[in-house]
């Protein structure tokens, strides 16, 4: 409760707020401030929730962690999945779980709960043991898939494909994807361009990379999410 009641989280907007707590014998909760109760779990399937507002969350939620990241010492999300963001009525994402320093180890303080986020952990966690930031760039990349594609992260009723990067177009033989992983739903809009399709599986991709050397830095994902044509044409995209 500390750290929910600390300056970083209470005076920055990409967090719920916490306006108390619950410890008892067998229960143990955090009351939050929630300006809606939609989760982006629960918009995730809904086609009014389109193109340009998926990709002002995606901008809002890779700066809120590129912040956390950027503190000294750095915090990282952990059990982040489309179910611990809340989506307030003007689209901007708010955070309701978030970890501590990067550096604890997985083995010592184990948690079943992150065992729970199958698909959003990043690989490193099995045989490194140790959280670092470049986890929670992994769990955005797979956050990332899910928005623009409107798929769940496992569906098992896919058989071979049921986990999503298994359902990401290939590659041609110039090593360049064939088509966005985007769903055609939202691809009939206006504010929808192919490249920014493209770019923003490509950055998705690039962030859900085996090795962790290989995923971006949180700033260098917002600065690429702010190059793209929805981002500069929409005033309310603009920061």
Known sequence: MKLLSHSIIMNHSGFAQPIGFCNGPSMWGIVFDFPSSSTLKDKLFDVTFTWSQRMMVAVR?????????ELEPSFTIRTVDKSQIIIDEDFNPRLITFGKRS???????????????YGYIAPDIGWTGSWSTKCDVFSYGIIL?????????IDHSLGDKRYIMRRVPPRSQNGKLESAFVHEKLQHTDSYHEEDGVAVTELALLCAAWEKEDRPDMVDIVASLKSLEVIKDSPRLTP
């Open 61 to 69: 939620l890779a700066e809120s962690l590129q912040y956390l990241h």
């Open 145 to 153: 898939l899910e928005l623009m594609s409107m798929s769940p992260v």
């Open 103 to 117: 550096n604890e180890d997985f083995f010592k303080k184990p948690n079943p709960l992150y065992l729970t986020r």
